[in-house]
């Protein structure tokens, strides 16, 4: 009889136990302090947002010849901008495809420039880029024409945020060139303010 006793008080016990753990209605248990802090994290990296677009631009296959051999390696050539006047490029060598891609963005990072846009996002003037044999034209759009420019040029302009724009490259299309050239054309775009305070600036020198 002792023994029945002892064995239903344990028995009551335990289910008291677990009913008290049992979480109330249909809500769900409390997850672990570590497992909420993973969720957490998992929705943070959700929510960051790319500061720069990236685009491809062209993956070459390299080799080297060494007394061993032959080293193959990837070259890549990448153009980033936020569409908003910032742009840039940068190349990046790896034996894996991806690993050279993310040198290249680390590369155009480092390397980024603006442009100021004017109404129709656009460019202020016309402007010559020169890069050893390659030079490329630009020339202001009205608005609604788009981007008359292809390959390499259309990369840079796009992620720029130029939406109308004429284009003519010349002499050699090699896209690294063509990709300098274009670069250099935009960075000796001058807008009105900054030539306005040269002129400004010129004169009271003259006086």
Partial sequence: MEENKVQATVEETANTASQENKP???RPARPQRGQRGRRQ?????????KEYEEKVVRINRVT???????????????????SKGKYGFGTGKSGEVPDAIKKAVEQAKRNINTVVLVKGNTIS????????????????AP???GIIAGGAVRAIIELAGIQNVYSKVYGSRTPI??????????SSLKDFRSVETLRKGGNEDVK
Avoid: W
Avoid at 41 to 49: D, I, L, P, S
Avoid at 126 to 140: D, M, Q, R, S, Y
């Fill in 24 to 26: 109330e209605g249909n």
């Fill in 41 to 49: 994290g998992h929705a943070q990296r959700r929510e960051v947002v």
């Fill in 64 to 82: 080297k010849v060494v007394k061993g051999g032959k080293r193959m390696k990837f070259s890549a050539l990448v153009v980033i901008g936020n």
């Fill in 125 to 140: 003037h016309e402007v010559v880029g020169n890069f050893g044999a390659t030079k490329v034209f630009l020339k202001p």
């Fill in 143 to 145: 608005e609604g024409t």
């Fill in 177 to 186: 060139n063509v990709i300098r050239a274009t670069y250099a054309a935009l």
